[in-house]
């Protein structure tokens, strides 16, 4: 039986989750890698088809049309749903404060697929940040213990103030956005967008798999999974506006590091789950320390690899102008 943890208010209606087994978040981290080495895939594949979409049309219904027509989209699409099938299994087995640190690793895979494709060379810069994004997340998790909390908060007790919080700063920032010429103030917005939707959307994401053990009709039932595809499906068409209102560069790394970090703080807020330090009885301070550090270190090293894998624009290596023959 999955016991309730003594944290949760026994006033709510919670559904518990047991704290996971070594074994399993071993399983649950597994899984979540490979969930991440087809959210790379997707990302690749959708860029470059993102790219094909004149700018006039980056926006609008007749944007996701144009989109579907590509096949390197549809294909980036079906990776998409593979690697978030794969991230519902892993949440089965662990935590969000487990999964979603590990789906950054995307970025590790992401880049040298994108090189490839853009036929340039892997610099120094991407393997240091790499090992750096690896070295964190194995600090966070060693030192940081995350531990599970609950499945499914109560919509009003829980859900609702994550509404409140981000609803209007998300509608403030769509609607700034419209009258704005493309740049990067307006693809920073719309990357800001897709980022805090797919972060929301990940943190859904558990409560829906928890719902499966109750049947389909269990899962119909539930709002969360409505919820769910409405986030995911807002952050895809507001992440691939993001790539034709300006520079990647300038739109891949606020996404990259806004999922996670929205999906883990709803995942402490809402959710409650908890970080447990390790072997820091006696020095409390030193080990909170050392997880601030790996969390900067985290959102530098993701930033920093997602303007490589941006810089693998195929509009600089297959348009770019030919030089005019002096008359």
Not at 117 to 135: F, K, T
Request: aromatic share 10%.
């Amino acid at each position: 039986m999955r016991a309730k943890p003594a944290a949760v208010c026994q006033c709510l209606p919670v559904t518990p989750i047991l704290a996971a087994t070594t074994l399993e978040v071993l399983v649950g981290g597994g899984i979540a890698v490979f969930s991440a080495i087809f959210f790379a895939i997707a990302a690749v594949l959708q860029q470059r088809a993102a790219y094909t979409v004149p700018k006039e049309k980056a926006l609008g219904v007749g944007f996701v049309q144009l989109l579907f027509k590509r096949p390197e989209w549809v294909l980036g699409f079906a990776a998409d749903i593979v690697a978030l099938l794969l991230q519902a299994v892993a949440l089965a087995f662990a935590s969000l404060l487990v999964v979603q640190p590990l789906l950054v690793v995307s970025l590790v895979f992401a880049i040298p697929a994108g090189a490839w494709l853009a036929q340039r060379e892997l610099g120094p810069a991407d393997y240091i940040w790499g090992a750096v994004l690896v070295a964190s997340i194995v600090v966070f998790f060693v030192v940081g213990r995350p531990t599970a909390g609950v499945s499914n908060a109560p919509f009003f007790w829980g859900w609702a103030w994550t509404l409140i919080v981000l609803g209007p700063l998300t509608v403030t920032m769509i609607i700034a956005c419209i009258p704005m010429p493309k740049g990067p103030v307006r693809t920073l917005i719309l990357a800001t967008v897709a980022g805090i939707f797919f972060g929301v959307g990940g943190a859904l994401l558990i409560g829906v798999v928890a719902k499966l053990e109750e049947g389909i009709l269990g899962l119909v039932e539930h709002w969360g999974l409505y919820m769910f595809i409405a986030m995911m499906a807002a952050g895809q068409f507001y992440q691939n506006s993001s790539y034709e209102s300006g520079n990647v560069e300038e739109s891949l790394p606020a996404t990259t590091v806004l999922k996670p970090i929205v999906a883990m703080l709803i995942g402490i807020t809402v959710l409650q789950e908890t970080i447990r330090l390790r072997g820091f009885d006696r020095l409390p301070g030193l080990g909170w320390a050392l997880i601030g550090a790996s969390v900067t270190a985290m959102c530098i090293s993701t930033i920093m690899l997602a303007r490589s894998a941006a810089s693998s624009d195929p509009r600089q290596t297959v348009h770019s102008p030919r030089p005019q023959m002096e008359p």
